[in-house]
C-alpha cells in the first residue's frame, strides 16, 4: 500500500505530521508533497522545517514537479490525503484544474478511482465551498473535516489529533486504536 499525503496552505499541519509518524510507524509507505504555503505553515505551526516532515515520509516531490510518476495514471497508489486542504485546493481540485502536482495527483486519483480524502480548514464555509465539496463528493471524493469528537474526553491536544487521525486511518481501511470509540467508553 502506497499513500501520498499532500499538505496545503492551511492551518492543521499536525494532522499531517502524525498521519506521517503512524503510517510509518505502520510501515506503509508514503510520498510526501509540500505547496509553497504549506511549508511556510509547517515553520509557523509546528517550529520545524520541511525536513522534519520529509523524513518522516519515504519519497518527496516538489509541488512544481510534473515529472513526479505521481503525475501519471499509469504510477500505482492506493489513495491521496490532503492535509489540511485549502480552499484553493479544494477549488481546483472540484474544477480540473491541475497547475501543481498536488492538484494532478488528486485528478489522478479521481479519473482512476482511487480513494481521496480531503480533509479541508476553513470556517465559515461559503456557499461556494460548499458547492465545490459536494461536486466532489458526488465523484466519490472522501470530505473529512478536521472536526474531533468528545466523547471519548480527551486530555490533550494530542489525544484531538489522533482521533482525526485514527478516522482517517479508518477511512482507508487500516486499523489503529488512536483514540475510544463509541461504544467501547
Do not use: Q
Given at each position: 500500500?502506497?499513500?501520498?499525503?499532500?499538505?496545503?496552505?492551511?492551518?492543521?499541519?499536525?494532522?499531517?505530521?502524525?498521519?506521517?509518524?503512524?503510517?510509518?510507524?505502520?510501515?506503509?509507505?508514503?510520498?510526501?508533497?509540500?505547496?509553497?504555503?504549506?511549508?511556510?505553515?509547517?515553520?509557523?505551526?509546528?517550529?520545524?522545517?520541511?525536513?522534519?516532515?520529509?523524513?518522516?515520509?519515504?519519497?518527496?516531490?516538489?509541488?512544481?514537479?510534473?515529472?513526479?510518476?505521481?503525475?501519471?495514471?499509469?504510477?500505482?497508489?492506493?489513495?491521496?490525503?490532503?492535509?489540511?486542504?485549502?480552499?484553493?485546493?479544494?477549488?481546483?481540485?472540484?474544477?480540473?484544474?491541475?497547475?501543481?502536482?498536488?492538484?494532478?495527483?488528486?485528478?489522478?486519483?479521481?479519473?482512476?478511482?482511487?480513494?481521496?480524502?480531503?480533509?479541508?480548514?476553513?470556517?465559515?464555509?461559503?456557499?461556494?465551498?460548499l458547492e465545490n465539496m459536494l461536486k466532489l463528493s458526488k465523484l466519490g471524493v472522501v470530505i473529512m473535516p478536521p472536526i474531533p469528537a468528545f466523547y471519548g474526553r480527551p486530555k490533550s491536544v494530542e489525544d484531538i489529533v489522533d482521533f482525526v487521525v485514527g478516522r482517517v486511518l479508518d477511512n482507508l481501511g487500516i486499523s489503529n486504536n488512536l483514540f475510544k470509540r463509541?461504544?467501547?467508553?
Open positions: 500500500m502506497k499513500v501520498v499525503v499532500c499538505i496545503t496552505g492551511a492551518s492543521g499541519v499536525c494532522y499531517a505530521k502524525r498521519l506521517l509518524e503512524v503510517l510509518r510507524e505502520k510501515g506503509i509507505k508514503t510520498s510526501l508533497i509540500v505547496s509553497e504555503s504549506g511549508k511556510k505553515i509547517i515553520e509557523h505551526e509546528l517550529d520545524v522545517d520541511i525536513n522534519h516532515l520529509i523524513d518522516l515520509s519515504h519519497e518527496y516531490y516538489e509541488n512544481n514537479d510534473f515529472f513526479s510518476p505521481l503525475a501519471s495514471g499509469s504510477h500505482i497508489f492506493h489513495s491521496v490525503v490532503v492535509v489540511p486542504c485549502s480552499m484553493k485546493t479544494l477549488s481546483a481540485v472540484a474544477n480540473g484544474y491541475s497547475n501543481n502536482l498536488i492538484c494532478r495527483v488528486c485528478d489522478v486519483a479521481i479519473k482512476e478511482g482511487r480513494k481521496l480524502i480531503l480533509m479541508p480548514r476553513e470556517m465559515p464555509l461559503s456557499s461556494i465551498h463509541w461504544g467501547d467508553i
